[in-house]
């Protein structure tokens, strides 16, 4: 199981508008890999972020 970034309900982009989004783009998922996919993403976007941080306050 992925590490969550953030509970669910925080996020902007649900599973269901996850999963209409890839559909238009031809890629067809279930929602559960919707889901997935969006745990992953998140994970990176704040992972992302904190290593940004850290290496900005080293510069201090």
């Known amino acids: 199981m992925l590490m969550k970034a953030g509970t669910s309900e925080n996020r902007s982009i649900t599973p269901e508008k996850a999963k209409k989004i890839l ?6 998922v279930t ?8 745990d992953l993403m998140y994970f990176f ?3 992302s972020v904190e290593q940004y941080i850290k290496e900005v306050s080293n510069y201090k």
């Open 45 to 47: 976007a704040k992972l």
């Open 31 to 38: 929602e559960k890999e919707a889901k997935e996919l969006l």
């Open 23 to 28: 559909l238009e783009k031809g890629v067809e």
